[in-house]
């Protein structure tokens, strides 16, 4: 039964997903084998890059769609998707070379997410600018036919898409190419790059390029409030006032931050500095904004013995505190409005609602157990979600099932 519009205060606007590697869903939860006591995110890579190997444009598009249905159902409205699985396994481009990105923008349509694809410049193996493997091949693009990409792409804009840029990290764009792209980029377009996930990272970028990655990129791209800088997690404390200054927003994921053992983000200095940032399920080990915003309280209470971390005496309230961020951040790093016709409306009569004031929505929501509190989800002039439930969540798992069979 649909709440009457003067309900406002069960509804939130939509919550936007800014980093999604959608194949990435096939594997979740087949990486949680110890293979060598010494296993890392590079192991991990390893497990990924066997299945990203398998993908085809078919079982792409029911990945994705089985993926963005679930976004739909916990909340998420809108999602940066960095496509970097752009060739043939093989590592030759298909006939048509936006076939992959083609895939991921009908299981959005299909869907009724609002997508920001983000292709993504994959061109070296390191810092030291070596080839990519065989395994990284069928991510590869030159400037040009990234470029190229990148414009029949953006002919097809709307208003459930957006097209940005991704340059998937340093180590894998050489300085050069980074200027290029840079410059012909429309004003205004999200460019998002993966940063300082991986200690490894910066030591290889303090020995390649003689200083930290964020470091680097501060004193070498024009970043500013367009930019979204993915991860971050290991940052020194002018880097944190760097990003801040500039406007950049972060993006954490830190259910696969956890998954992946990256570190944590110090979000309490970023906050402190008025940096902006948002949340995004990356490998998709979870699918839920309430765990990413709940753990991203959680991570830094572990670490420092305190309690409300992300809250400030003018916003008193940690789940308010939490949607006031992601809410910031959203319109920036997907290149879409904030519009008012994409919204969330909570589910008055959960009993995690029992009593519920104004003051204490947003924490009773975010904090309180682990049952889906979305009754209704609205994108655009559709409303995909009605009574929690995706209208085609089952023809869409159908179709996930059966490409899981070919993926496995
Ligand atoms: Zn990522």
Request: net charge negative; charged share 25%; hydrophobic share 45%.
């Amino acid at each position: 039964m649909a709440v009457q519009s003067h309900d406002a205060r069960w509804r939130r606007p939509g919550i936007a997903n800014l980093h999604s590697h959608a194949f990435q869903r096939a594997m979740a939860g087949l990486a949680e084998r110890q293979g060598d006591p010494a296993d890392s995110f590079w192991t991990w890579r390893e497990a990924m890059y066997r299945i990203a190997a398998r993908f085809d444009p078919d079982s792409l598009h029911a990945v994705a769609a089985q993926l963005y249905a679930e976004m739909l159902e916990a909340g998420y409205t809108r999602v940066c998707e960095f496509h970097y699985l752009h060739h043939a396994p093989d590592g030759r481009p298909y006939a048509d070379p936006a076939a992959m990105a083609d895939a991921l923008v009908r299981a959005a349509r299909d869907t009724g997410i609002r997508l920001t694809l983000l292709p993504v410049l994959y061109m070296a193996g390191g810092f030291d600018g070596r080839p990519l493997s065989a395994r990284q091949r069928r991510f590869g693009f030159d400037v040009e036919g990234y470029l190229h990409l990148l414009e029949s792409l953006r002919a097809r804009q709307d208003d459930m898409l957006r097209v940005g840029c991704a340059l998937h990290s340093l180590r894998a764009v050489p300085e050069a190419a980074m200027r290029e792209v840079l410059a012909a980029l429309p004003e205004h377009a999200p460019v998002h790059i993966h940063i300082a996930e991986q200690v490894g990272e910066v030591q290889d970028c303090l020995a390649m390029r003689g200083a930290r990655p964020v470091e680097w990129l501060l004193a070498n791209a024009d970043v500013g409030r367009d930019w979204t800088l993915v991860h971050a997690t290991h940052l020194e404390e002018h880097e944190i006032a760097g990003i801040a200054r500039r406007g950049a927003v972060v993006a954490l994921c830190p259910t696969t931050e956890a998954n992946l053992g990256d570190g944590l983000f110090p979000m309490r200095d970023f906050i402190v500095a008025n940096g902006r940032w948002g949340i995004g399920s990356d490998s998709h080990i979870s699918v839920s904004p309430v765990e990413e915003l709940r753990w991203l309280e959680y991570g830094q209470r572990l670490l420092s013995r305190h309690r409300n971390i992300v809250a400030t005496p003018s916003s008193p309230s940690v789940g308010e505190s939490l949607l006031r961020g992601v809410a910031e951040s959203r319109a920036s790093s997907t290149g879409f409005d904030d519009g008012d016709d994409e919204w969330l409306l909570l589910d008055p009569d959960a009993v995690q609602f029992a009593g519920a004031t104004d003051a204490d929505i947003a924490d009773r929501w975010i904090f309180a157990g682990n049952r889906p509190l979305l009754r209704e989800v609205r994108v655009g002039a559709d409303t995909p979600v009605v009574d929690g439930r995706h209208r085609d969540r089952d023809a869409i798992a159908a179709r996930y099932r059966e490409a899981m069979i070919g993926l496995l």
